[in-house]
Nanobody, 120 residues
Framework: VQLQASGGGLVQPGGSLRLSCAAS????????MRWYRRAPGKQRELVAA???????TYADSVKGRFSISRDNPKNTAYLQMNSLKPEDTAIYYC???????????????WGQGTLVTVSS
């Protein structure tokens, strides 16, 4: 199983970006999909999570600006980021709890990270 994150880049304050996290491989089911971020000099923090198709949670710092969604048939999660601020600059990582085909356990997988830079 692999997670491929994409969509990062350089954006001006107030701008928008959409991140994608595509899971591939021998996937039976995906439970939770999450986005984390690690800003320079700071600890990793949970940004947003989606359970199933519609139960979501957000960090207080991004509520009202970010939106997480999921396309279950495509095993893909998205993070729509609006009204971006310089403090949103970080490497964004996706994470998913996945049950593989033929397995009964659920395991966590990580994507490689995508850099988001918010600067004028």
């Amino acid at each position: 199983v692999q997670l491929q994150a994409s969509g990062g880049g350089l954006v001006q304050p107030g701008g928008s970006l959409r991140l994608s996290c595509a899971a591939s491989g021998s996937i039976f089911s995906i439970n939770i999909m999450r986005w984390y971020r690690r800003a320079p000099g700071k600890q990793r923090e949970l940004v947003a999570a989606i359970i199933g198709g519609d139960s979501t949670t957000y960090a207080d710092s991004v509520k009202g600006r970010f939106s997480i969604s999921r396309d279950n048939p495509k095993n893909t999660a998205y993070l729509q980021m609006n009204s971006l601020k310089p403090e949103d600059t970080a490497i964004y990582y996706c994470n998913a709890v996945i049950r593989r085909i033929g397995q009964i356990t659920w395991d966590a997988y990580w994507g490689q990270g995508t850099l988001v830079t918010v600067s004028s």
